[in-house]
């Protein structure tokens, strides 16, 4: 499976990751939350950032379910979501990833009829990467 390959600017939030921490990039000039990382904040062109703890909760924006034909790596543990989630505190910030059973769980272990766009999800921890499992109600 391939891993992420962090480049400088975002490399930070996957050391946070690393540690079971969800952090976010944000402006040290006008605060705006921005994803994905990059040195220049579009909003007031300022230089300046900082990396802020989020909660992890949000909200489904999107969604697909993998099925094959696809890379043999990837096929034989379909079929797999992919989600786009929204977070709380910055909702023009969207994460992708995978929603799954329960920390530690594997891709492909959330039946896909129990995700719906809007479902409210938190983050867990798993091996460096944030992954998704939904939160009950």
Not at 45 to 61: K, L, M, N, Y
Not at 84 to 99: F, K, M, S, T
Not at 102 to 121: C, D, F, N, T
Request: some cysteine; glycine content about 8%.
């Amino acid at each position: 499976m391939l891993r992420p390959v962090p480049d400088t600017d975002g490399r930070p939030f996957w050391e946070y990751a690393a540690q079971g921490e969800l952090r976010v990039q944000a402006c040290a000039a006008c605060g705006e939350f921005r994803f994905p990382p990059r040195p220049c904040c579009p909003h007031c062109q300022s230089f300046a950032s900082e990396w802020r703890p989020v909660s992890g909760r949000g909200r489904v924006w999107s969604y697909v379910v993998a099925h094959p034909p696809l890379l043999p790596d990837y096929a034989a543990r379909a079929p797999y979501n992919v989600v786009v989630v929204e977070l709380d505190e910055a909702p023009r910030i969207r994460l992708v990833g995978n929603v799954v059973a329960g920390a530690g769980q594997p891709l492909g272990s959330l039946p896909p009829e129990h995700l719906r766009i809007g479902a409210r999800v938190r983050v867990v921890f798993h091996d460096g990467l944030p992954q998704w499992v939904v939160e009950r109600s």
